[in-house]
Antibody
Framework: QVQLVQSGAEVKKPGASVKVSCKAS????????IHWVRQAPGQGLEWMGW????????NYAQRFQGRVTMTRDTSISTVYMELSRLRSDDTAVYYC???????????WGQGTLVTVSS | VMTQSPATLSVSPGERATLSCRAS??????LAWYQHKPGQAPRLLIY???TRATSIPARFSGSGSGTEFTLTISSLQSEDFAVYYC??????????FGGGTKVEIK
């Protein structure tokens, strides 16, 4: 069955970087785009961008441009999302999600809580 | 910008729930609904405004086009109490979600 398994919770200081991994299984890794979506405490869902696992091409939301980097390692069917220059308002649960087609999200990772605190 | 209303909806089990989502500009029928329960990942319910996703019960239905959309749950079951988000995928990037409607037990 399709699974997206994310790395564990992180605690970071302001100004640091965090890198979250998302390992895919149960389907052809290069066939589906992976997006990253986050949810801050008490807030709604916020789209961060996508990566094409086949080509490595990316598309980031403008508000994260310059701070986010999405990469992949096809040999282990894993995508990564790195967010730099962390601020307290980056505290959120970060999800990787599979794009079934047309930017619709059919499978989600379990979420990774990133806490930014001094 | 996607705006959902109401923010909270109090409904008794077995009753009908009607949730609204409004887009600041037309998104045609490129609108999806997700259900999100605490501690779980969101689940795709409806796409293309009115098409149920795989394995979604028939009590969930979506309607609308352009800027006004509705998600209807015909007879609320205990497992339906959750937060519901709409998402547009017409004008992007960025993909955008509404702020959510929490459906709670009355």
């Amino acid at each position: 069955q399709v699974q997206l398994v994310q790395s564990g919770a992180e605690v970071k200081k302001p100004g640091a970087s965090v890198k979250v991994s998302c390992k895919a299984s149960g389907y052809m890794f290069t066939y589906y785009y992976i997006h990253w979506v986050r949810q801050a405490p008490g807030q709604g869902l916020e789209w961060m961008g996508w990566i094409n696992p086949k080509s490595g091409g990316t598309n980031y939301a403008q508000r994260f441009q310059g701070r986010v980097t999405m990469t992949r390692d096809t040999s282990i069917s894993t995508v990564y999302m790195e967010l730099s220059r962390l601020r307290s308002d980056d505290t959120a649960v970060y999800y990787c999600v599979r794009d079934q087609a047309k930017q619709l999200f059919d499978y989600w990772g379990q979420g990774t809580l990133v806490t930014v605190s001094s | 910008v996607m705006t959902q209303s109401p923010a909270t909806l109090s409904v008794s089990p077995g009753e009908r729930a009607t949730l609204s989502c409004r887009a600041s500009q037309s998104v045609s029928s490129n609108l999806a609904w997700y259900q999100h329960k605490p501690g779980q990942a969101p689940r795709l319910l409806i796409y293309d405004a009115s098409t149920r996703a795989t394995s979604i019960p028939a009590r969930f239905s979506g309607s609308g086009s352009g800027t006004e959309f509705t998600l209807t749950i015909s007879s609320l079951q205990s497992e339906d109490f959750a937060v519901y988000y709409c998402q547009q995928y017409d004008n992007w990037p960025p993909l955008t979600f509404g702020g959510g409607t929490k459906v709670e037990i009355k």
